[in-house]
């Protein structure tokens, strides 16, 4: 079964899915920025749009790829879900170190918590910040529920498990994230996405060693601009696991982690000639309300209008296609 | 016009006596939210400050200013209500960040331009979307002192020069260095505060002289913390005594200020009400009596030290 945040669906309800989108994106402190201008309605209103038109294209489910940290909330995912009646997935782990909070940034810091005993009075426990602290709040979001503002936990569950680096290295901070969603995944047995394809050999390290199955990874942002590796990509698909080429419609080049569409469409293509269509998977990272970033122009629909055509034309075929979108999501999602 | 910003808004100098001048209501990294660990019943954390803030009042204290700046547990809600509850009771809150890791991830790709407007806003408009203004900069450097926070400290000098308000900054290792940016910015020595010199480890009685000469003033605000494994830079009020004792025989007194750096509510990797703020005038002050320190110099360190830094002469721009 796959957590959504209307409650528990089997892999085949899914559809066309979408893995790597998002409804908003910020980063953590936003709300003290005078000059964000959030009006909820009014994302509301322009998400239940974007969403009923990636529906009318054929589209089915988009995992929301935020994260804990970046702009997710469970209670308007929820409501955006069921107005535009498409699957939305929400994510919980950290996104890199450059996106983390400073609380979560000093790897061993310790904590006295007091607890009661009854013989002696009062006495503590020192908890510290390690893999298994992060491993419990990321669990409790799959299984209890996401934490929303307000220190609150809300009734939504998260359904995919993310993790991330910096650019230039895994940090030591990155690494306890990283271990941390591996094992709330495994408990879950639910899917780890990553992010950040510069380091996704050491990610996909540690998710192996933490004991995540190949058929559960998705190697994200394989279209970086900065990091375009056809033998990498390959490389991850013999081992089983999914390559996500998720930036779609990122096209302005002026950008350096931008390509043109053409140019991924070539890569899609190239993979798939060379037997890989059962471990591609594809988005366009599209965002609804973007507030610490510029506004992508693109939209979820995107992928099914534009991109597909595109593939087409490449002389993919439809149960080529359908295979990206719809089994390659449904098996990594759901697990077999 | 002259004038101090409080959270129920701007009051006369004068009407700002015994002031407790770097305290914490509320205090935590950004990010400690979305741990339910620190997750902690508003109603008794708000009992807390109130009876910390109330047990001040009650010894003497009329004003508690609160240091936390941007991004690290500020709570305008709580303020403004504590200020309402408590009588003749002026909280002051800060804008500023207080270091590398209390700058969230929001307010990490921003320029110095942008933090400087946002300073300026916060002292002349009011606080993220509220209203409520800021009545200091509150900033502080970690022992590395990184790019961000250099933009941070030139962006609060030239918001202090710009608005008035003064700059209350930390960080032992650097304070020279901090110092010289927000010296090079233009800002007066007479609108900086230079905190935790009382810090175990880092004191350094010519090193406060020479500080103090430049005009600036010398924040010994670590009182009634203790030197414990978990707090490395507490250490024993008698001597923080002999510092300042020190540096009145050296005619220093209008450059010395007292506070105590409480938190009522730790939000992340400390602990709450380790001591309070009411240890300033309870223990402290006596202290002070006791070795020899007459009613004329109290009142200096006590009110008219914290009211020059607080106090706003408006300006034009």
């Not at chain 1, 290295?169 to 994230?177: F, G, K, L």
């Not at chain 2, 009382?198 to 002289?209: C, H, I, Q, V």
């Not at chain 2, 030197?227 to 005619?251: Q, S, V």
Request: some cysteine.
């Amino acid at each position: 079964m796959v957590m959504t945040v209307k409650g528990e669906m089997r892999p085949e309800e899914l559809g066309w899915a979408a893995l790597f989108e998002h409804i908003l994106f910020a980063f953590p402190g936003w709300e003290n920025d005078p000059w964000v201008d959030f009006n909820r309605a009014q994302v509301t209103e322009s998400a239940v749009a974007s969403l009923r038109e990636f529906k009318n294209a054929g589209g089915g489910t988009i995992v929301d790829f935020n994260g804990t940290l970046l702009g997710r909330d469970a209670e308007l995912l929820a409501n955006i879900s069921s107005l535009a009646d498409v699957n939305i997935i929400a994510t919980t782990g950290f996104s890199g170190q450059d996106f983390t909070p400073g609380h979560f940034l000093f790897p061993g810091a310790t904590r006295r918590r007091d607890i009661l005993d009854q013989q002696a009075g009062i006495t503590y426990e020192v908890q510290r910040l390690d893999a298994d602290y992060l491993a419990k709040i990321f669990y409790e979001e799959l299984t209890l529920g996401m934490v929303g503002p307000g220190m609150m936990r809300t009734s939504f569950k998260a359904g995919v498990v993310k993790t991330g680096a910096n650019w230039d290295r895994v940090t030591e901070a990155d690494e306890i994230a990283i271990r941390g969603a591996a094992r709330a995944a495994k408990k879950a047995g639910v899917a780890v996405l990553t992010t950040g394809i510069s380091q996704a050999q050491r990610q996909w390290e540690i998710l192996l060693e933490e004991g995540i199955k190949p058929d559960r990874i998705v190697i994200g942002r394989c279209d970086d601009g900065r990091a375009i590796d056809l033998e990498r990509d390959k490389e991850f698909a013999r081992k089983g696991a999914f390559v996500s080429y998720n930036h779609i419609g990122w096209e302005d080049t002026s950008l350096p982690y931008c390509i043109p569409d053409e140019r991924r469409a070539e890569l899609v293509k190239t993979m798939i000639k060379n037997g890989f269509a059962e471990n591609i998977i594809l988005s366009c990272d599209a965002v609804c309300c973007a507030i610490s970033i510029p506004q992508p122009k693109h939209s979820y629909s995107h992928l099914l209008k534009s991109f597909v055509p595109r593939l087409k034309k490449l002389r993919i075929k439809d149960s080529v296609i359908d295979t990206i979108l719809r089994e390659n999501p449904k098996r990594v999602l759901g697990g077999k | 016009m002259a004038y101090i910003n409080t959270v129920l808004g701007p009051v006369h100098p004068d009407e700002i006596s015994v002031t407790a001048i770097h305290e914490h209501l509320m205090s935590g990294l950004p990010g400690w939210e979305y741990d339910p660990d620190f997750w902690f019943d508003m109603g008794t954390a708000f009992e807390d400050c109130y009876n910390a803030v109330m047990d001040f009042k009650l010894l003497g204290g009329q004003t508690y200013v609160e240091c936390s700046g941007i991004s690290s547990a500020r709570d305008l809600d709580i303020y403004v209500k504590l200020a309402s509850s408590i009588r003749d009771m002026h909280i002051i809150a800060s804008t500023g960040f207080l270091g590398d890791s209390n700058i969230a991830p929001h307010f990490r790709r921003k320029d110095a331009a942008y933090f400087e407007e946002l300073f300026v806003r916060e002292i002349t408009h009011g606080m993220g979307k509220t209203g409520v203004k800021a009545g200091v900069i509150s900033i502080g450097a970690s022992e590395n002192f990184t790019g961000l926070e250099e933009m941070v400290y030139r962006a609060a000098a030239r918001a202090a020069t710009r608005t008035g308000a003064a700059v209350i900054t930390q960080g032992v290792q650097t304070i020279f260095k901090q110092l010289q940016i927000l010296n090079d910015e233009g800002l007066d020595s007479s609108r900086i505060v230079i905190s935790h010199l009382d810090s175990n480890g880092f004191t350094n009685l010519e090193r406060d002289k020479q500080i103090a000469r430049t005009g600036a003033y010398i924040a010994y605000d670590r009182i009634g913390t203790q030197n414990t494994p978990r707090n490395i830079f507490g250490m024993p009020d008698e001597d923080r005594l002999k510092l300042i004792l020190n540096l009145l025989d050296a005619g220093l007194q209008d450059h010395i200020l007292l506070s105590t750096s409480s938190q009522c509510q730790s939000l992340g990797w400390g602990e709450s009400n380790v001591h309070s703020v009411s240890h300033l005038l309870r223990y402290f002050l006596p202290r002070l009596r006791k070795a020899g320190v007459d009613e004329a110099t109290i009142n200096t360190l006590l009110v008219e030290n914290p009211r020059n830094v607080l106090t706003i002469q408006q300006r034009l721009t």
